[in-house]
């Protein structure tokens, strides 16, 4: 019995380390675009930390939209980062307050692609991709 609490141990501490050492190339600064009308807007995400229900980044849509949202952590799954948008700067974005923005990394963890959804009927609202800067 000893063996197995500790092998469950060992092992639930290298998933872990495993799991926290991916969601750290999410930080960064990442920019692209998404397309409305075919018309491209452009955003830039910055993500200072990954850390459960902290606000650990700033999304930024440009004009027409021209407004930011705060974004925190919520967690992963199946190699998808999962964040919920918190306050915004109004506008456009106050209608995504609320909504999750669902991240996964693409090309070498060199592009996010990422996807916006109601957290009521997890239909996307709009996605696209970003690249590191």
Known sequence: MMFKQ???????????????????????????????????IGMDLKISQVKTNINGGVLHYGEPRGCRLNIAYIAESNHSYWFTMKESTGGFCDKLAGQRIIFKLSDGDSSLDFEISSKKTNVPNESGSLSKQ
């Open 6 to 40: 500790k092998l469950y141990l060992c092992l639930l501490l290298i998933f872990s380390i495993s799991a926290a050492n991916a969601s750290d190339k999410l930080i960064g600064s990442w920019t692209g675009a998404v397309f409305v009308d075919d018309a491209p």
